[in-house]
């Protein structure tokens, strides 16, 4: 969800969000047909969510820009209302205004990763103890009030400084935000399917996504030659609604696992009524003790180390197609409504990526190597094809070339469903939760570190023009570059 609820394509999830030797049994009384029922549920909201989250990302920037512009150049606005109608004016493209622009939108990507990466832990076990429907509600609530804020403090703008955004993601202490609510809905999945048909449900989930993409960005561009208000409201207004089926969706969290834990919490409440705040500590001594197990698993494990290396590098890469809009408008001189169409292109590509191409790789692959050497082979090659297209983007002069580039990195992107399903199928069905935990904080980190850090390569490479704008571009295709070795580091001779 997120874009990154892009984001995404990025969960937090935590050791007690994915399943353990307790939720086989609850698998293993899910029937398939209920499984896929759940999944389509899942998928539904997800379109609903997303669409409402890309309709509002390219007009959230136009509005961006438009305040930036406005404070260096007020003249260009005199005559328009709120100095928020869509501009192409040369002054707005200028090196001053994209560079404060990307400083922002970078600090703002990094600020809004914290919450999710501190509260993952806490609400990784409200989720386990009082259900994964709770979290995934209050988590959501949280986004929203973020989102009202963002709106509140740019209809503002004259009185209310548009840095003020960095502090929106404050909202997410309810629920830990998007982070959190998508961490779950790969766990609802989780649930349900077995570890061999996990790979595909991701797919499917991951297709999802990319729909809504498709079908919000030429909307959205629609909207914006009218008002750029409209469709960021709209999307809000799509948000809110994208909420209200989550209501319906059946609560998948393994009951043994909860009844397991009814006689300690018992005791807990007992001690506690004597002393409060013996329950509070006993819940910090277990997020310290989890961050303590998850440190130990990475270290200690060579394939785990791999892996988190690889979604550590790879998600600071990814978050470069953060930046795709506004380096579009300035590289080629667009609008941001014209830019838009690049999301469509990204998204169509990667649709047929997952629906096609790849679920054909897989069967083709799957007649002769065992399903984890099919992922890893997998993983191998789209990791390949996603530094050829980061590479291609890095030195593209032309639209149509940038384009091209675009698409090759859309097709690569089944590097993180398949190196996620490599990853669970090398551990321990009792460390599932914990690998998952640990590539939710290897996103979480590269994702802060990403923000201002190709923010400050997009301003550096505005300042000094020509091939050099593609620095964003020619760092993401090495940094991809490592994750590429780190995969290559992986080991399944015991499988």
């Known amino acids: 969800m997120t874009t990154n609820l892009l984001g995404a394509d990025e969960a937090l999830e935590t050791s007690l969000l994915l399943p353990g030797p ?3 049994s609850f698998q293993n009384k899910t029937t398939p047909r209920r499984s896929k029922w759940i999944l389509l549920f899942v998928c539904l909201i997800i379109v609903t969510l997303d669409f409402g989250v890309y309709l509002a990302v390219a007009p959230q920037l136009q509005i961006y820009e438009n305040i930036i512009c406005q404070r260096m150049h007020p003249e260009l606005f005199a005559s328009a209302f709120g100095g928020l109608t869509a501009t192409t004016q040369p002054l707005c493209k200028s090196t001053d ?17 914290l919450p999710g990466m501190i509260l993952a832990i806490p609400f990784g076990l409200m989720a386990d103890q009082v259900g994964r429907k709770p979290v995934i509600i209050i988590s959501l609530a949280g986004f929203l009030m973020q989102e009202c804020a963002i709106r509140f403090i740019c209809w503002n703008h004259t009185s209310i400084p548009l840095e003020a955004v960095w502090f929106a993601p404050l909202f997410q202490v309810f629920g830990g935000g998007s982070q959190i609510a998508s961490s779950v809905a790969w766990t609802v999945i989780a649930d ?7 790979a595909n449900a991701y797919l499917l989930m991951a297709a999802a996504m990319l729909l809504s993409q498709i079908l919000a960005a030429p909307l959205s561009a629609w909207l914006m030659s009218k008002d750029v208000w409209m469709p960021s409201l709209l999307g809000l207004a799509i948000e809110v609604c994208g909420i209200i089926p989550i209501f319906a969706l059946p609560e998948t969290g393994p009951k043994a696992s909860i009844g397991s834990n009814e006689d300690i919490e018992s005791e807990a409440q007992g001690q506690a009524s004597e002393h409060p705040t013996v329950r509070w500590t006993a819940i910090v001594h277990l997020v310290r003790s989890q961050l303590i197990e998850v440190v130990g698993f990475v270290w200690g494990n060579a394939n785990t180390l791999a892996i988190f290396f690889a979604f550590l590098t790879s998600s600071i890469g990814s978050q470069a197609l953060q930046f ?3 380096y579009a408008s300035k590289r080629f001189m667009w609008s941001v409504a014209e830019a838009t169409f690049l999301i469509s292109l990204k998204g169509v590509v990667n649709l047929v990526a997952f629906i096609i191409i790849l679920p054909l790789i897989s069967r083709i692959l799957g007649g002769y190597l065992s399903p984890i050497r099919r992922d890893l082979r997998i993983t191998h090659g789209s990791i390949c094809v996603l530094m050829a297209g980061f590479g291609i983007m890095s030195v593209a002069a032309h639209p149509a070339l940038f384009g091209i580039g675009l ?3 859309a097709l690569g992107w089944g590097f993180y469903t398949t190196l996620r399903s490599v990853g669970s199928a090398l551990v321990a069905e009792t460390h599932v939760g914990l690998f998952n935990t640990t590539i939710a904080l290897a996103e ?3 994702s802060m570190i990403a923000g201002p850090l190709l923010a400050a390569l997009l301003k550096a490479g505005m300042a000094w023009e020509g091939a050099w704008m593609g620095l964003p571009w020619m760092v993401a295709t090495g940094l991809y570059l490592l994750a590429g070795l780190a995969v290559s580091c992986i080991r399944t001779s015991a499988h």
């Not at 205004?97 to 990763?113: I, M, P, S, Y």
């Not at 349900?192 to 996990?198: K, N, Y």
């Open 407 to 409: 698409s090759f990195s």
């Open 97 to 113: 205004v994209q560079g404060k622009l990307a400083l922002l939108v970078g600090w703002q990507d990094t600020f809004t990763q």
């Open 444 to 446: 979480a980190v590269g």
């Open 22 to 24: 307790r939720e086989q």
């Open 324 to 326: 795709v809009l506004q």
């Open 192 to 198: 349900v399917f077995p570890v061999d048909q996990r």
